[in-house]
């Protein structure tokens, strides 16, 4: 599931971005509650960030082309996500994020 740093309720020390911020923390709760039940199955559930992106949204100041990011998260899908990370929220490298 494709979440965002900014869901995380640690690091939300500016408080702007109100209705964007709960609905991705909301995503990361169904994360969580995918992982539980599907993970017995076999099913990996993660919230990723896919970092600070050049859109509309993330604007020209962002790193990260869409092509850039774009190769990251098909890379963490085909090499980093494991079931290890089943019900983790984090970067496209696998680093953790604080929820």
């Known amino acids: ?24 923390s909301a995503l990361n709760q169904v994360v969580r509650n995918i992982a539980a039940e599907w993970g017995p199955e076999g099913f990996v559930a993660t919230a990723l960030n896919p970092g600070w992106v050049r859109t509309d949204m993330g604007g020209e100041q962002a790193p ?10 098909v890379n963490f ?19 953790p994020l604080p929820w």
């Open 77 to 95: 899908v085909e090499a980093v996500a494991t079931p290890a990370l089943n019900g983790c929220f984090v970067n496209t490298d696998g680093s």
């Open 1 to 24: 599931m494709m979440s965002t740093g900014n869901a995380s309720l640690s690091g939300n020390v500016d408080g702007s971005m109100l209705a964007y911020r709960a609905s991705k």
């Open 64 to 73: 990260l082309s869409p092509d850039e990011a774009a190769a990251e998260i």
